[in-house]
């Protein structure tokens, strides 16, 4: 019996403090939604009100009747599917020989590709930009790209692993034995069977490279390229978005998808990141 409300003061303690982290969280995503539903008489007359007194839609209707955020929103949707994809090009192979290979200095290797997943943007950027002006990838989808999946192939490659680890090594074995290559054992037997793994890798490494921002803010230049990440701030210099309720909206737009793919598919990626962790 003691035992038992222990357990059960324990999952309320842990029930309580994650509710305190969602508050926390979500209170400027609230706030956001109060100022978008806002007009803009409300915005700038009287005390501020969480609830508007005459919430309107017109906000999110001016955001996104206008085509320079559209092209924002398709720019940053691209980028991040695109490296996304990369991630799992890259990141497949170097799982698989990790999982199934054993070789001198295996474990070495998997702690320092850890370690460069601990390297923040911030410090590579100035070489970071030589090197890619050298190559003449400034103003280049292809270079943003091509450095979203290098940021995300670390992440990417515990991730599969995991999921590689998982999967019986007979199957493999009875499709060696019937005289299939090792690669079409990858191709045709391994990466099927991690499905769920490859999809759920893609997602979280697709919702990491929309909240990119110092990477396309350092190599793209041109309006038309920008991803929403780095837009949303000319976007609140133009006309259109000249007010603090239009900006708001603009900001949840851009938010929110990301927030709802992850909420959405969180099983599935949760079932990713601890796929391996328990074997037999």
């Known amino acids: 019996m003691k035992a038992r409300h222990q357990r059960r003061l324990g999952d309320a303690a842990t029930y309580l403090l994650s509710l305190l982290v969602a508050a926390f969280f979500l209170t400027p995503l609230l706030w956001l939604l109060s100022l978008a539903l806002r007009t803009r008489q409300e915005v700038f007359l009287g005390p501020s009100r969480f609830i508007p007194k005459h919430p309107v839609l017109d906000n999110f209707a001016q955001v996104l009747s206008d085509p320079a955020f559209l092209i924002y929103l398709w720019n940053g949707l691209k980028l991040s599917a695109l490296g996304g994809f990369g991630c799992l090009v890259v990141a497949a192979p170097a799982a698989y020989a990790f999982s199934r290979f054993w070789f001198a200095g295996r474990s070495a290797l998997m702690m ?56 019986p090594q007979e199957v493999e074995e009875a499709a060696a034995m019937d005289g299939c290559s090792r ?34 803010f350092l190599l793209l230049n041109k309006d038309g390229q920008l991803p929403i990440a780095v837009a949303i701030f000319n976007f609140a210099g133009t006309s259109n978005a000249s007010t603090t309720q239009v900006l708001a909206a603009a900001c949840l737009v851009a938010v929110v998808p990301a927030i709802v793919a992850f909420v959405a598919l969180q099983r599935l990626v949760v079932g990713a990141l601890t796929a391996g962790a328990v074997k037999g």
């Not at 090197?131 to 091509?146: E, K, Q, R």
């Not at 999946?149 to 999967?167: F, Q």
């Not at 979280?204 to 396309?216: D, G, K, Y």
């Open 112 to 167: 320092a590709i850890l370690g460069f997943q601990m390297v923040s943007p911030l410090v590579i950027l100035v070489p970071l930009y030589r090197y890619m002006s050298a190559l003449g990838l400034i103003n280049s989808h292809f270079g943003v790209t091509m450095v979203y999946v290098a940021v995300g192939v670390p992440m990417c490659t515990w991730m599969l692993k995991g999921a590689i680890d998982a999967i």
């Open 183 to 216: 690669f079409g054992i990858f191709w045709r037997i391994t990466l099927p069977l991690a499905a769920p793994g490859l999809a759920s890798t893609f997602i979280l490494a697709t919702i990491l490279n929309w909240s990119q921002f110092l990477i396309p």
